[in-house]
């Protein structure tokens, strides 16, 4: 027999909707009222079990339609459970799902971020090589360039040696023909002027031979004797003379040996000025200054 207390606590565990309890509560009307009938059975014997059969009949319909709607409640209560469990799957599986889309994602922020440090390194080292490469090859054209501008400054220093040669040569050789020339007008220049000078020379002592007595016999005219008379009166006397043959000074160079002759001398030739002298400009220089030596005839 099920008591009240009992009910509570299987209505507690069973946790029944309300109209479950409600249904519990009639069965158990119910069972009360036919605990009753029987009972009361002995006092009424025909016609309390006719209305006993009656609603015993009735009860039990009741108890079946009970047990049918607990069945279907079971069902409802298994389906919820199946549904909660679906549900719960879901979210587990959800929470799984998502759980293992999160593990993907972080695994491919991982990839990426790797895949990004390894591009990041990848590409510090290709900057890295070709900045390297930049400065070697900037470096060997530097070299190339500087042993470029030497090879130039060499070439260049070898072909201003080349042609300052060159132009000394060509100024040595330029200087000796100068020289050559140069020696050779003055060999020409010195022959001439020794053939000028002795044709000079000659033509001097030609007019000195032939001036000489003409000089010598006008001034023994312009000559007044001394005491002692001519013997021995035989100086030498240095005149100077103008262009045109005057006078301009004489002077006893070797003396006789007698006062009187050697002044008588000078007197004459200054009383012959002008005296007769080659009118040759070249021949002048010759007759410019005399030495002559007197001897009276």
């Not at 919820?80 to 599986?93: G, M, P, T």
């Amino acid at each position: 027999m099920v008591t009240g207390g009992s009910s509570r606590r299987l209505l507690k565990k069973q946790h029944l909707s309300p109209v479950a309890l409600g249904l519990a509560v009639l069965l158990h009307a119910l069972l009360f009222g036919i605990m009753f009938i029987k009972v009361d059975s002995h006092l009424k014997p025909v016609a309390v079990v006719k209305a006993t059969q009656i609603k015993v009949d009735k009860s039990v319909d009741i108890i079946e339609a009970s047990t049918v709607e607990n069945s279907e409640l079971e069902k409802r209560k298994e389906k919820k459970k199946a549904i909660e469990r679906e549900k719960r799957r879901k979210i587990v599986a959800e929470k799984k799902r998502r759980a293992e889309k999160e593990r993907k994602r972080k695994a491919e922020a991982k990839r990426k971020k790797e895949e990004k440090i390894k591009k990041a390194k990848a590409e510090k080292k290709r900057k890295k090589e070709a900045k390297k490469k930049a400065a070697l090859k900037k470096k060997k054209a530097a070299k190339e360039k500087a042993r470029k501008k030497a090879e130039a400054k060499k070439k260049k220093e070898a072909e201003r040696k080349k042609k300052l040669a060159e132009e000394k040569k060509r100024k040595a050789a330029a200087d000796k023909k100068r020289k050559a020339e140069k020696e050779r007008k003055r060999k020409e220049a010195k022959m001439r002027e020794q053939m000028e000078a002795k044709d000079k020379e000659l033509r001097a002592r030609q007019a000195m031979s032939k001036f000489i007595p003409r000089i010598q016999k006008k001034v023994q005219i312009s000559w007044r004797y001394p005491p002692r008379g001519p013997e021995g009166c035989n100086p030498t006397v240095r005149v100077n003379l103008a262009p045109d043959g005057k006078v301009l000074s004489a002077r006893i160079v070797k003396s006789s040996g007698d006062s009187f002759c050697d002044e008588s001398v000078e007197k004459a030739f200054r009383q012959a000025s002008p005296i007769p002298i080659p009118l040759d400009p070249e021949l002048y220089a010759e007759f410019k200054i005399i030495d002559f030596p007197f001897r009276p005839q």
